[in-house]
């Protein structure tokens, strides 16, 4: 069984800064720790894409137009992962969403979402 609830998302002027977070649930707990999560969006009229992956030993992947920007983070205490957003721009206007896989299959959440204009 696997719950990803997303939050942090809002409206941002270009330039500024959010951070997002997922709460996960997960049976065991324990498998948080253990598995990859990940960030993707999807922009109006576009497909989703990824965005950044933290691994189990926490190495970080980013997609090249948010490396720099964002960095993507996970606490395993709590089952969460993170992604700090800096200097967003109009283009990373998006929902945002974590993703878990696990057995083959992907799992979401609802997704929060991400708005960048003036």
């Known amino acids: 069984q696997v719950q990803l ?3 942090g998302g809002g409206l ?3 330039g500024g800064s959010l951070r997002l977070s997922c709460a996960a649930s997960l049976e065991p707990p324990s498998v948080f720790s253990n598995n990859n999560m990940a960030w993707y969006r999807q ?3 576009k497909e989703r894409e990824w965005v950044a992956t933290i691994t189990n030993i926490y190495r970080r992947l980013y997609a090249d137009s948010v490396k720099d920007r964002f960095t ?3 606490d395993n205490a709590y089952n969460r992962v993170s992604l700090q957003m800096n200097s967003l721009k109009p283009e990373d206007t998006a ?3 974590c993703n878990f896989k696990r057995g083959g ?3 979401w959440g609802k997704g929060t979402l ?3 204009s003036s």
Request: proline share 10%; charged share 15%; net charge negative.
């Open 43 to 45: 922009a109006p009229g």
């Open 12 to 14: 941002v002027q270009p």
């Open 95 to 97: 929902v945002y969403y």
């Open 5 to 7: 609830v997303e939050s």
């Open 72 to 74: 993507i983070s996970r």
């Open 105 to 107: 299959m992907d799992y």
């Open 114 to 116: 991400v708005t960048v």
